[in-house]
């Protein structure tokens, strides 16, 4: 399994985006959540946007439904990699759950890269459950050592989860029509980005890739005879 690419590639972008859960738990815990509560939201919300959208608007003094709303707003997008998702991994009973949950920017993105259908599974399953693991026990280590480590930004921690989204996207900006496709949703986020809500830029992004993408593999029409 291990000689997988795809797993290979999996597990090496869990490590690089599990690092930065420790800006999560130290901010966490510096907007007043305890130390159970910041493992609590990693392990059930698990999607990093919408956490720290929560903890966001904790440390501004707003409301926890302010904050749940606005993360909810950015945790739409993986509704939106669901429905591509769902074709390729096919699974069954409890893994369909699980695979709901791991379900994430990392996993979709890893899954996308590859042209084999086994390995956009093992894809999948290798980035999301490493992600998984790494960003709550790092979540628990940021919540514990809080103002100890500063500011995550001096370790390059914000930085791990970008270098690995480039290295995936990368190669298939290759291909003109994906990078179209890229250029196209980059666009509706920018021009949405000064007037819409915080999560709906991201959203609006998914959508019109994930439209782009139906146009383009959508089964061509037949005229009736």
């Known amino acids: 399994m291990l000689r997988s690419p795809a797993v290979r590639q999996g597990l090496s972008v869990g490590v690089a985006t599990g690092l930065y859960g420790i800006s999560f738990g130290a901010l966490a815990t510096a907007a007043g959540l305890s130390v159970w509560q910041a ?114 930004r001096r370790w390059g921690l914000d930085g791990a989860a970008a270098a690995a989204f480039l290295a995936l996207l990368w190669p298939r900006l290759r291909r003109r029509e994906t990078a179209a496709v890229a250029a196209a949703a980059a666009l509706v986020a920018v021009l949405t980005l000064p007037v819409a809500p915080a999560g709906v830029p991201v959203l609006a992004a998914a959508l019109v890739a994930a439209a782009l993408g139906w146009w383009r593999t959508r089964p061509a029409r037949r005229d009736a005879p």
């Open 39 to 152: 493992c609590l939201l990693s392990a059930v919300m698990f999607t990093g946007g919408s956490q720290f959208a929560v903890v966001g608007v904790l440390a501004a003094g707003g409301a926890p439904v302010a904050g749940f709303a606005s993360a909810t707003l950015l945790g739409l997008r993986n509704a939106v990699y669901g429905l591509q998702l769902a074709p390729r991994l096919r699974p069954r009973g409890w893994r369909r759950l699980l695979a709901a949950h791991l379900t994430i920017d990392e996993s979709a993105a890893v899954s996308a890269a590859q042209d084999d259908a086994d390995e956009a599974r093992w894809g999948f399953w290798a980035a999301g459950l490493g992600v998984f693991v790494c960003w709550n026990a790092t979540t628990l280590g940021g919540a514990v050592l809080g103002d100890a480590l500063g500011d995550p």
